[in-house]
C-alpha cells in the first residue's frame, strides 16, 4: 500500500500563492505518477494536474500558465506550486498516486480557500 500525507492548504487572498505538498510512504517503489485533484462543494472532483515517473506533466486548461507540478523522487514528495490563486481555485485539493498496477490510492485532501 501507498500513504498520501498532503500539506500546505489555507486561506489566501485573491493573487496570492500556495505551495502544497504531498510526502507519499509504503510501496513507493511501485508508483508510475501521482497528481493533484480538487473538489469544491456541489461540485465533482476534477484532475488540477499529474506527472509521472518520468516527470512528463499533464495540466487542467484552467490552471496553465498559473500552477506547477514537480516532483522529488529522493523524498517521495510532489509538490504543487499555486500562483495567481483565484477564489473560483477554492477547493479541497486531494494527492492520488497510480501504481504501474495500475492501484490507486488518495490522501486525506487539503482544503484551500482563496478569498479577500
Known amino acids: 500500500q501507498v500513504q498520501l500525507v498532503e500539506s500546505g492548504g489555507g486561506l489566501v487572498q485573491p493573487g496570492g500563492s500556495l505551495r502544497l505538498s504531498c510526502a507519499a510512504s509504503?510501496?513507493?517503489?511501485?508508483?508510475?505518477?501521482m497528481g493533484w485533484y480538487r473538489q469544491a462543494p456541489g461540485k465533482q472532483r476534477e484532475l488540477v494536474a499529474q506527472i509521472s515517473s518520468s516527470s512528463s506533466t499533464q495540466y487542467a486548461d484552467f490552471v496553465k500558465g498559473r500552477f506547477t507540478i514537480s516532483r522529488d523522487n529522493a523524498r517521495n514528495t510532489v509538490y504543487l506550486q499555486m500562483n495567481s490563486l483565484k477564489p473560483g481555485d477554492t477547493a479541497v485539493y486531494y494527492c492520488?498516486?497510480?501504481?504501474?498496477?495500475?492501484?490507486?490510492?488518495w490522501g486525506q485532501g487539503t482544503q484551500v480557500t482563496v478569498s479577500s
Open positions: 509504503g510501496r513507493t517503489l511501485n508508483i508510475f505518477a
Open positions: 492520488k498516486s497510480i501504481s504501474f498496477a495500475a492501484e490507486i490510492y
